[in-house]
């Protein structure tokens, strides 16, 4: 599976951005899809999650501002509403395998988030 993420960008505090991430090759393998974000000085962490059943879960700081949905098997989007200064970060798109002891997990280049204050 290759990842590739779109959509970073430059924002004001309380504007939006949506991160989209497309996947190619076997994604029909992917049992979580995710986003995680690096902020400057600080360890990766997640962001949100979906399942392949929909189950959808959420870090605390971005409940309520921030959707991850997927219309389609081979994509995920990250719609980040309500932006602040503290959402800045490298976003990182990232899949989970149904069988881990077959398959690896993936991660995408990431892209960047700037927000302004």
């Known amino acids: 599976v290759q990842l590739q993420a779109f959509g970073g960008g430059l924002v004001q505090a309380g504007g939006f951005l949506r991160l989209s991430c497309v996947a190619s090759?076997?994604?029909?393998?992917?049992?979580?899809w995710g986003w995680y974000r690096q902020p400057p000085g600080k360890e990766r962490e997640v962001v949100a999650t979906?399942?392949?059943?929909?189950?959808m879960n959420y870090v605390d700081s971005v409940k309520g501002r921030f959707i991850i949905s997927r219309d389609n098997p081979y994509s995920v989007d990250l719609q980040m509403n309500s932006l602040r200064p503290e959402d800045r970060a490298v976003y990182y798109c990232?899949?989970?395998?149904?069988?881990?002891?077959?398959?690896?997990?993936?991660w995408g280049r990431g892209t960047q988030v700037t927000v302004s204050s």
């Open positions: 979906i399942s392949r059943n929909g189950d």
């Open positions: 990232h899949t989970y395998p149904l069988c881990p002891h077959y398959d690896p997990e993936y």
């Open positions: 090759g076997n994604f029909f393998s992917v049992k979580t």
